[in-house]
């Protein structure tokens, strides 16, 4: 089977071909996890592949709760998305426990 310029990111089963002994292969990104990619899938699509790119971690948030146990969070852009089966992109948020301590913490009557 060949991929002949039909290259799938992700996973495709609509992204196939005929191959050896009239089975199915495939020439998405995930054949590579299964091991049921067409014959050229390397060359055919892996060469065109754009993997993820992002953007710079952006600033912690405040804490969540004002007094006592919280989490903070932050978040970044994907700036290039992935391609042609390119490498996925990384996690985009990120949280964090933090403790409030607001000056009126412990001060309730």
């Not at 050896?20 to 020439?27: H, I, K, L, V």
């Not at 405040?62 to 992935?82: D, F, I, L, N, Y």
Request: charged share 20%.
């Amino acid at each position: 089977g060949s991929c002949r310029q039909r290259c799938c990111p992700g996973r495709n089963n609509a992204c196939w071909a005929p191959g050896a002994r009239r089975a199915p292969c495939y020439c998405d990104s995930y054949c590579q996890r299964t091991g049921d990619c067409c014959r050229d899938y390397l060359t055919a699509c892996r060469r065109a592949a754009v993997g993820c790119a992002v953007g710079p971690w952006g600033p912690w948030s405040g804490c969540s709760s004002p007094c006592g146990a919280g989490s903070r969070a932050r978040s970044r852009q994907v700036t290039v998305p992935p391609r042609h089966g390119g490498d996925p992109c990384p996690d985009l948020k990120q949280r964090r426990g933090c403790l409030g301590q607001h000056p009126t913490c412990g001060t309730a009557k």
